[in-house]
């Protein structure tokens, strides 16, 4: 149980440009879903927390406006990077929580390359 | 300001040895912490965790100990296998989980045979 699927794995697209990423939870009804970034050699950092039917709350140095989280239902989140630029460029991952369990859970995450 | 520290960024153990991998903290708001295990281009998979209220969970090989006073725990892997070898993330939440997760860097566990 507990599984998190992401799709695209991996996406290439030039500058200008807006990509959109999906994060289903596919055997538990997620409550609490988070998107997390993850620079070459870095630790996963928190972009925003949202929850099913409201707005998504961003980390500080966040731009809500770049960065469009659609929570529609207990078990989809999408993230829209908009207007994407190079340094866009990261491992993007998600993590969904729900249920009993405390922990969160993580999808294998989107490779996001920005020509 | 970092406020998980994992400062080993790579620690190598003979299989069947005991691997110990350690993580510090400086938010005493911290009342939940986790260990994650992550292969390159993969998502962390969740290991075990521990409630601030507990100094100890175990699971299997896997065994978290917990030093509020210290503001530190400790990841401990008995005995190790050439499948350990990941890297290894502790990370922390406020609220009991309920929050976004704050990550170490991680420290790359190696396995020899």
């Known amino acids: 149980g507990a599984v998190v699927s992401q799709h695209p794995s991996r996406v290439i697209c030039k500058s200008g440009t807006s990509v959109k990423i999906e994060c289903r939870s596919l055997?538990?009804?997620?409550?609490?879903m988070f998107w997390y970034r993850q620079f070459p050699k870095q630790s996963l950092m928190l972009m925003a927390t949202?929850?099913?039917?409201?707005?998504?709350?961003?980390e500080q140095g966040v731009e809500k406006d770049k960065f469009l989280i659609n929570h529609a239902s207990l078990t989809l989140s999408t993230l829209t990077v908009t207007s994407a630029h190079p340094e866009d460029s990261s491992f993007y991952i998600c993590?969904?929580?729900?249920?009993?369990?405390?922990?969160?859970?993580f999808g294998p995450g989107t490779r996001l390359t920005v020509l | 300001d970092q406020q998980v520290k994992q400062n080993s960024p790579s620690l190598s153990v003979q299989e069947g040895r005991i691997s110990i991998l350690n993580c510090d903290y400086t938010?005493?708001?911290?009342?939940?912490f986790l260990w994650y295990k992550k292969y390159p281009a993969e998502g962390p998979t969740f290991l075990i965790s521990?409630?601030?209220?507990?100094d100890k969970n175990e699971d299997g090989r896997f065994t978290v100990f917990l030093n509020k006073s210290a503001k530190h725990l400790s990841l401990h892997i008995v005995p190790s296998q050439p499948g350990d070898s990941a890297v290894y993330f502790c990370a922390a939440s406020v609220g009991g989980g309920a929050d976004g997760l704050t990550f170490g860097k991680g420290t790359h566990l190696i396995i020899q045979p």
């Open positions: 521990i409630s601030s209220i507990k």
């Open positions: 949202s929850n099913e039917g409201s707005k998504a709350t961003y």
């Open positions: 055997d538990f009804q997620a409550t609490t």
């Open positions: 938010n005493s708001m911290f009342d939940y």
């Open positions: 993590s969904a929580r729900g249920g009993n369990r405390d922990e969160q859970f």
